[in-house]
């Protein structure tokens, strides 16, 4: 079995900083073959919030390198599910009390994916995203904002929540509010399947079927392939006035 990921980011045409941040990470053992792949949106409105992005980043990128590795050879996925709950919890706190001591306010959105063998878990907080490509596209996660449960709630309609005043509003990220409940969902890795995730400032301004052209697994099946055809989709999102910071990470499989 083969690995294959790449990431792409940009500071896109608006912003002084990218508070997007992402992790790419893969290895070999004696027990299989392992990846983390994440990707984390400071929050836009909020001052700092590459820091709180970063952060996240950092510990997850240090906890695969140094600790994960301890886990290999007694592989568990409820105690995985665990550990990653248990670092956004710590983390969410660390960067609130961050926040009061500098009297900043900071957040972050965090998508991930681990990957052992065959098998994966997805954690998820916020509204960045996990795309499945395979014959069609299937998104893997659900948006953590105001009008994701106003829709399920049939309190809007989708046309309404096109223009509504909170429709870019978030109901959980890190290091925002006291409490913080990542979604954690497990899946079977499968041959001649990409998946992408992405922060909203990637999405935005192209549609699905885009998405699925540009990025399906017929089309997209090398590292070099991945890089180009999301640096591409940038420049397209870039040119269409996308105002946000533009991150995506892609991952595949081959059996």
Not at 110 to 121: I, N, Q, R, S
Request: hydrophobic share 35%; charged share 25%; with cysteine.
């Amino acid at each position: 079995m083969r690995y294959i990921a790449a990431a792409q980011t940009d500071i896109g045409t608006v912003k002084d900083t990218n508070q997007d941040s992402y992790c790419l990470k893969t290895a070999s053992s004696k027990y299989g073959r392992t990846a983390l792949i994440l990707v984390c949106d400071g929050m836009g409105g909020l001052s700092k919030g590459e820091l709180a992005s970063s952060e996240v980043v950092r510990t997850f990128s240090e906890w695969f390198e140094n600790e994960l590795p301890n886990e290999l050879g007694e592989w568990n996925w409820k105690r995985m599910a665990a550990i990653v709950t248990s670092k956004i919890k710590l983390l969410n706190k660390k960067i609130i009390d961050y926040g009061k001591k500098y009297d900043i306010q900071l957040g972050t959105t965090a998508t991930g994916m681990l990957v052992f063998g065959t098998k994966y878990m997805i954690f998820h907080v916020g509204d960045s995203r996990l795309y499945k490509f395979s014959y069609q596209l299937q998104i893997l996660t659900e948006d953590h904002t105001f009008i994701n449960r106003e829709l399920k709630k049939g309190a809007i309609t989708p046309e309404q929540a096109k223009t509504h005043p909170k429709r870019n509003a978030l109901v959980q990220c890190i290091g925002v509010a006291g409490r913080v409940d990542p979604d954690i969902t497990f899946g079977s890795l499968e041959n001649n399947v990409n998946y992408l995730i992405c922060s909203d400032g990637f999405r935005h301004a192209v549609s699905e079927k885009e998405l699925f052209d540009n990025l399906s697994p017929n089309i997209v099946t090398t590292r070099t392939a991945m890089t180009k055809k999301m640096a591409d989709l940038i420049e397209t999102i870039k040119e269409r006035g996308e105002r946000d910071n533009i991150t995506a990470a892609m991952f595949r499989a081959d059996f």
